[in-house]
């Protein structure tokens, strides 16, 4: 692993430890050239994702973006990290055990709005707002009507 700090690539890893359900090990490392410390992160990939963007440009799939868009629509949400990270795993692990290596934009879009819903309102209506473009006002208030029908909805299967 290249250092940061001065890109040697003699490192050496100072300990190991499983987070988020042994899912993912993370690794304390320190440059022996320079002395700088650092931590990495090792995931299991299942297969390389390509994304299919709505122009018909082909990406790779990044992980990272994906968490930025997350957090950007959690932004001064009272959410915890972890479940967060648990979230973005989880849609992560569908979209490759899907069966396709290229995934459309449209359909990551509608994955991370599903999870969005169940986590915060507030996020999943903001991400939205982006996802589908909105406009103007009334598209929020379709959306909101969308949610609110949704909790009448569920209030009253937990009534009977």
């Known amino acids: ?3 940061p700090s001065c890109n040697s690539l003699d490192t050496q890893v100072k300990d190991s430890r499983p987070t988020e359900d042994s899912a993912v090990i993370r690794r304390r490392r ?16 299942l297969r390389e994702l390509t994304v299919i963007k709505r122009n018909g440009r082909r990406v790779p799939f990044d992980r990272d973006k994906l968490v930025r868009s997350v957090q950007i629509s959690l932004r001064k949400r009272p959410v915890d990290p972890e479940r967060v990270e648990k979230m ?6 569908e979209l490759e055990s899907g069966g396709e290596a290229e995934v459309s ?4 879009g509608e994955i991370v709005m599903e999870h969005l819903r169940q986590l915060d309102d507030v996020a999943y209506v903001r991400f ?9 006002a009334k598209d929020f208030e379709t959306l909101i009507g969308e949610l609110s029908g ?11």
């Open 1 to 3: 692993m290249r250092c």
């Open 30 to 45: 320190v440059c022996i050239a320079c002395n700088f410390r650092f931590t990495t992160f090792e995931r299991v990939q």
């Open 88 to 93: 973005v795993s989880a849609i992560v692990r």
């Open 105 to 108: 934009s449209e359909a990551i």
């Open 128 to 136: 939205a707002s982006v996802y589908r473009n909105f406009r103007e």
């Open 150 to 160: 949704e909790d009448e909805a569920r209030i009253a299967t937990l009534r009977k």
